[in-house]
């Protein structure tokens, strides 16, 4: 008789199917786990920075270096070229206004000078010739009319008489004629002689015109030169203090070109250098703060440069109040420019979990203080010491504001104290 043989429910076959299914659902799981965001990461609390949400005033600031300068600078140019014959002073000398800095040699200037000046002298000598001559015509012809006014009172006097004589019948015509003929022709030469010497006045006082302008033009001509040549002494423009000289003995100086600059000493301001992102909200009457000999300074912009180098503009701020004492031409000051008016605000401290986060979400501590999970938050403003936070955090909160470098993509941290 045959013997049943019961079949088995659990083969080695079968077993391992269903062992390798069940580790497949677990990698599946696992891997869901870690890839949705629930993964989570042991950290040690003492290498990380855990600050507290709080609520308090607020006032947008931006960290900026600036320079110290004169408050008002002239350049000294050389306004005529030439040589460097003598110095009269040296870099950092306190100056009066007009005296004496360096003496330049210009011998085409100097020669031009003289030409003007023996120009000008020939000039005067011919006005001079000029004014003789018209004095002696004017002479001649007054000696001439002289003469005309005498022959005229001898030809009116014999015209009367024989006028008379003939009426009495004691002359002849032809005398009479004759006379008349005599006293009209000298009336016009009376008349003639009258209408040259009207014109000889009106040209003697046109020609002395036109040779005054002449003269007065080679004389604005002359003292132009002797500007020029006057020139070549540069002095200084205003009181104040020679900075960057740059002259010596034999050099040659073009015109135009830059030999130093006067600081005026009675007051500074402050050279200040912005990156670009900000120059829509920089204008001229914001003011900032900085740290002297443990006071506090204020600053307040008085100019705006719009135009942008490298990245950056530039702003010129002067004090507010008190001048530091003691401060001095070049050196660096580091200034708090404030950007907006102090307002009440959340705010977090600044960290580290910006540079991984862009502001865009925090580690937040839960109510135990145990674990640490990923929250969403807005950051508006900031200063260098502290975030706005608008949207996310409530005073009172707890998280991690140091780097996320080491957390990689975890959501959940858990904290434990060493």
Do not use: C
Not at 124 to 151: F, G, P
């Amino acid at each position: 008789m045959d013997k049943i043989i019961e079949k088995k429910k659990w083969t080695t076959k079968k077993i391992l199917t269903i062992a390798g299914i069940a580790a497949i659902v677990i990698l599946v799981a696992l891997s869901y786990y870690f890839t949705s965001g629930k993964s989570k990461l042991n950290v040690e609390t003492d290498r990380m920075t855990i600050s507290e949400i709080t609520k308090g005033k607020f006032q947008e600031f931006i960290p900026v270096n600036g320079v110290v300068m004169p408050l008002t600078t002239i350049y000294l140019d050389a306004v005529e070229g030439g040589r460097v014959e003598e110095k009269f002073v040296d870099d950092g000398a306190m100056l009066k206004k007009g005296q004496p800095i360096l003496r330049l040699s210009n011998t085409d200037l100097q020669l031009g000078l003289v030409t003007q000046q023996t120009n000008v002298y020939n000039l005067l000598t011919q006005m001079q010739i000029s004014r003789n001559a018209a004095q002696q015509n004017t002479v001649s012809k007054l000696n001439q009319m002289t003469d005309v006014e005498s022959q005229l009172k001898e030809a009116k006097r014999i015209y009367e008489l024989d006028k008379y004589l003939f009426k009495q019948k004691a002359i002849g015509s032809q005398e009479f004629d004759k006379a008349k003929n005599d006293y009209d022709y000298y009336m016009q030469k009376m008349k003639l002689t009258n209408q040259i010497l009207q014109q000889d006045s009106v040209s003697t006082t046109q020609q002395a015109t036109q040779a005054r302008q002449l003269f007065q033009g080679a004389q604005d001509a002359l003292n132009v030169m002797q500007k020029k040549v006057g020139d070549l002494i540069v002095r200084a423009p205003i009181d104040g203090q020679l900075t960057s000289f740059d002259a010596e003995i034999g050099q040659s100086k073009n015109k135009g070109e830059q030999l130093g600059q006067i600081d005026v000493t009675s007051g500074f301001k402050v050279r200040v250098d912005i990156d670009e992102h900000y120059i829509s909200r920089v204008f001229t009457g914001l003011q900032g703060s900085f740290d002297f000999n443990g006071q506090t300074y204020k600053l307040e912009i008085k100019k705006v440069f719009a135009q942008v180098n490298n990245g950056r503009f530039q702003v010129d701020m002067e004090f507010a109040g008190n001048t530091p004492a003691g401060i001095r031409r070049g050196q660096s000051l580091q200034i708090r420019l404030t950007l907006g008016d102090e307002t009440q605000a959340v705010l977090v401290p600044k960290g580290g979990f910006y540079q991984q986060t862009g502001g865009n979400w925090i580690f937040k501590l839960s109510k135990d203080g145990k674990t640490a999970y990923k929250a969403n938050i807005q950051i508006g403003r900031q200063n260098p010491d502290y975030y706005e936070v608008l949207d996310g955090l409530k005073p009172g909160d707890k998280v991690i504001t140091s780097s996320y470098e080491n957390f990689g993509d975890v959501s959940e941290l858990v904290l434990k104290n060493n």
